[in-house]
């Protein structure tokens, strides 16, 4: 009486090429179409997240610009506050001297306030330019994702024909 066949003996025989199936071409042609289309989305979101750190970067620089000039300006203007002080300490200041002083003084704190509301309009801009900085990491990640994903897909089904 014949013996049975054992399955692990048909587990090593070599699978007979299969017939393609059309719906797994055109998968495998759909894929291959988005394969550039995925590279090129990363590429994109890649340079954006570049754009916006070198945006955040140069934020930073005139943000440091400003306060150095700012604390330039106050410095500046305690120095010349102690001038005009010692210029006229101990004398009669004429009425028109005066004005003067106070007129270089309210240019001052004018020249300083101004540099103060830059600063606050710089600091709300680098908070929002952090955020995009963020959305572009973001989405630069995403998309590398998704072209992986998009790979292992491929060699899976590459795998299973």
């Known amino acids: 009486m014949p013996r049975p066949r054992s399955r692990a003996k048909n587990r090593y025989l070599p699978d007979e090429p299969r017939p393609a199936d059309p719906e797994s071409l055109q998968l495998q042609h759909s894929l291959e179409v988005l394969k ?46 102690g001038e005009l002080a010692g210029e006229h300490q101990s004398r009669r200041i004429s009425h028109e001297s005066l004005e003067q002083w106070m007129g270089e003084e309210k240019q001052l704190l004018k020249s300083i306030e101004a540099i103060d509301r830059e600063l606050h309009q710089l600091q709300q801009s680098l908070e929002e330019q952090e955020g995009r900085v963020e959305e572009a990491k973001r989405q630069a990640e995403l998309q590398q994702r998704e072209e992986e994903r998009l790979m292992l897909f491929t060699q899976a089904l590459e795998e299973e024909s």
Request: a positive charge; glycine letters at 2%; hydrophobic letters at 25%.
């Open 36 to 81: 550039p289309i995925r590279a090129h989305r990363r590429l994109m979101a890649e340079r954006r997240w570049r754009r916006e750190r070198q945006a955040l970067a140069q934020l930073h620089d005139r943000v440091q610009e400003r306060q150095a000039e700012g604390e330039r300006r106050r410095q500046s203007c305690q120095q010349r506050r």
